[in-house]
């Protein structure tokens, strides 16, 4: 595998904040508290310890290279999804491509049912945690028990001195059926509202960057009301097309993986960061190169098959510039 982006200048003015959804990044231990039966070596799928780490190598080599072409450098902010739990962080950040990069992470276990978090992966020579919580989206199923779900992820901090909040997301899917489902994505939706609101509430000028994989669109309910009604910035809206999302289902792109900023990143200032641009990173290494699916991500597993890919997901990314 040759990397193609080694000669970019770097730019110290500028800093790439991504958000990557792994698939199913799963240790080799059973553990009691989470599904994770078919990802183990004697499982199914054969989860090995040799499969285990060529995954977190070519994710470490991914997450290096996002943003590069812009800045030269590799992103100082990423927001994970499915992730089992701290054990995976470490193991990733210490894998051959990112073990230079400096990463350090926040992550808190949540009560998923399929046992994957968020968390949020960060360069400490370029930003600084100041506080991180969780908030719990309380659903409940047709016979009123609890319907857990991830957890959403606040981590406020400074970027290169500049106070930002990122809020991380992995919403509800859409496998009972996109209309059936819809009630837990808003409910998720109207949660970052309220983490919103009390940004605002302690700090008007509140600098906010919602990174996530949303299981629904930028022109879904859920996300459009959340822009509307706060004032927000998607620049995902222009980036989808019939021939280019994040994830691909029966032939059909998806733009599912989001990244909404306050509308203040707009304020020109020589000391303050301002967005500059967002995208999908859908380099060709992280797609499949022949077949009916060509062009479609290069997927771990497909089904109980084992593929050897990255991720079920193309990460995306904004680029900041002071």
């Known amino acids: 595998m040759t990397n193609t982006f080694d000669d970019i200048p770097v730019r110290d003015d500028m800093q790439t904040v991504a958000f990557y959804n792994l698939e199913n990044l799963f240790d080799l231990?059973?553990?009691?508290?989470?599904?994770?039966?078919?990802?183990?070596?004697?499982?199914?799928?054969?989860?090995?310890?040799?499969?285990?780490?060529?995954?977190?190598?070519?994710l470490g080599f991914a997450i290096s290279n996002i943003g590069k072409l812009e800045t030269g450098k590799h992103p100082s902010i990423v927001g994970l999804a499915e992730v089992e739990n701290a054990k995976v962080i470490e193991d990733l950040i210490a894998s051959k491509h990112l073990e230079d990069c400096n990463y350090d992470y926040?992550?808190?276990?949540?009560?998923?049912?399929?046992?994957?978090?968020?968390?949020?992966?960060?360069?400490?020579?370029?930003?600084?945690?100041?506080?991180?919580?969780?908030?719990?989206?309380?659903?409940f199923d047709d016979d009123g028990f609890?319907?857990?779900?991830?957890?959403?992820?606040?981590?406020?901090?400074?970027?290169?001195?500049?106070?930002?909040?990122?809020?991380v997301n992995h919403w509800s899917s859409r496998r009972e059926g996109e209309k059936e489902t819809e009630h837990k994505r808003i409910a998720s939706s109207n949660k970052v509202g309220e983490i919103i609101s009390s940004l605002r509430l302690e700090n008007k000028d509140s600098?906010?960057?919602?990174?996530?994989?949303?299981?629904?669109?930028?022109?879904?309910?859920?996300?459009?009301?959340?822009?509307?009604?706060?004032?927000?910035?998607?620049?995902m809206e222009t980036l989808r097309s019939y021939n280019r999302g994040t994830s691909n289902h029966r032939r059909q792109w998806n733009l599912f993986d989001q990244i909404i900023i306050s509308s203040n990143f707009f304020k020109t200032s020589n000391h303050l960061f301002e967005y500059s641009s967002a995208n999908i990173f859908d380099e060709d290494?992280?797609?499949?190169?022949?077949?009916?699916?060509?062009?479609?991500?290069?997927?771990?597993?497909?089904?109980?098959?084992?593929?050897?890919?990255?991720?079920?997901?193309?990460?995306?990314y904004a680029v900041f510039k002071k």
Do not use: C, M
């Open 29 to 58: 231990i059973d553990d009691k508290h989470t599904n994770d039966d078919d990802f183990l070596p004697k499982a199914v799928k054969k989860w090995t310890p040799k499969r285990y780490q060529n995954k977190l190598r070519k």
């Open 106 to 139: 926040v992550h808190y276990d949540s009560l998923d049912e399929r046992g994957i978090d968020v968390a949020l992966l960060y360069d400490t020579s370029a930003f600084e945690v100041l506080n991180s919580e969780t908030f719990t989206i309380e659903l």
């Open 146 to 167: 609890p319907d857990y779900t991830r957890d959403i992820l606040l981590v406020s901090g400074l970027l290169d001195g500049e106070k930002v909040n990122i809020i």
């Open 207 to 235: 600098k906010i960057i919602i990174v996530g994989d949303f299981n629904d669109d930028p022109h879904s309910n859920s996300i459009k009301r959340l822009v509307e009604n706060y004032n927000l910035f998607n620049p």
């Open 285 to 316: 290494f992280l797609k499949l190169f022949n077949g009916r699916y060509k062009g479609t991500p290069f997927r771990t597993y497909v089904g109980k098959k084992y593929k050897g890919g990255y991720s079920d997901h193309f990460p995306v």
